[in-house]
T-cell receptor
Framework: GQQVMQIPQYQHVQEGEDFTTYCNSS?????IQWYKQRPGGHPVFLIQ?????EVKKQKRLTFQFGEAKKNSSLHITATQTTDVGTYFC???????????FGRGTSLIVHP | NAGVTQTPKFQVLKTGQSMTLQCAQD?????MSWYRQDPGMGLRLIHY???????DQGEVPNGYNVSRSTTEDFPLRLLSAAPSQTSVYFC????????????FGNGTRLTVT
């Protein structure tokens, strides 16, 4: 079945440093979603990418979808303590609305 | 709108006990699902439903039962709790059709002793 791998599992950064998490699928995706989960909270939808090579920005966050639609990345510029949490990618295949989640990357920001 | 509401927030069970985790949504979403979250394992799909009267198994269905009698409610039943079911449980819903964002409840933290 479809597998979505996400790396790294953890990332410690100093406040102000950049952060990137990567997501790779074993199959071609029709879309990829990104979620953020604050400590003790629930996952919250950030963004969805559907086009090959698509790049979207939300303030300091940049999301990319690979040309082959099998990989994606989330980059945060100049991290802040409010960025702390676990970031999940979730890939959808074909017409399915049931995404397959990566295991998440936990971002720890040291002030 | 309340969104997705889960109850209880915390629960402690003894091995062998049964219980039902409640999930309700007020967004008229056809699709509802249950995930469990364990450290380092991400979100694993337990069961899902695409409408009233329709349910299907996800990745880790064993030991859990679901039913969907209304569009709004999707309870998750633990038939005979085991320590391996200690986890955080999330209910999520979305519209069917093309991929739409999942809306998650606040979660239920379950401990089985």
């Amino acid at each position: 079945g479809q597998q979505v791998m996400q790396i790294p599992q953890y990332q410690h950064v100093q406040e102000g440093e950049d952060f990137t998490t990567y997501c790779n699928s074993s199959t071609t995706l029709s879309n990829i979603q990104w979620y953020k989960q604050r400590p003790g909270g629930h996952p919250v939808f950030l963004i969805q990418l559907v086009k090959s090579g698509e790049v979207k920005k939300q303030k300091r966050l940049t999301f990319q979808f690979g040309e082959a639609k099998k990989n994606s990345s989330l980059h945060i510029t100049a991290t802040q303590t409010t960025d702390v949490g676990t970031y999940f990618c979730a890939g959808g295949a074909g017409g399915s609305y049931i995404p397959t989640f990566g295991r998440g990357t936990s971002l720890i920001v040291h002030p | 709108n309340a969104g997705v509401t889960q109850t209880p927030k915390f629960q402690v069970l003894k091995t062998g006990q049964s219980m039902t985790l409640q999930c309700a949504q007020d967004m008229n979403h056809e699709y509802m699902s249950w995930y469990r979250q364990d450290p380092g394992m991400g979100l694993r799909l337990i069961h899902y439903s695409v409408g009233a009267g329709i349910t299907d198994q996800g990745e880790v269905p064993n030991g859990y039962n679901v039913s969907r009698s209304t569009t709004e409610d999707f309870p998750l039943r633990l038939l005979s709790a085991a320590p391996s079911q200690t986890s955080v449980y999330f209910c999520a819903s979305t519209r069917t059709g093309y991929a739409s964002p999942l809306h998650f409840g606040n979660g239920t933290r379950l401990t089985v002793t």
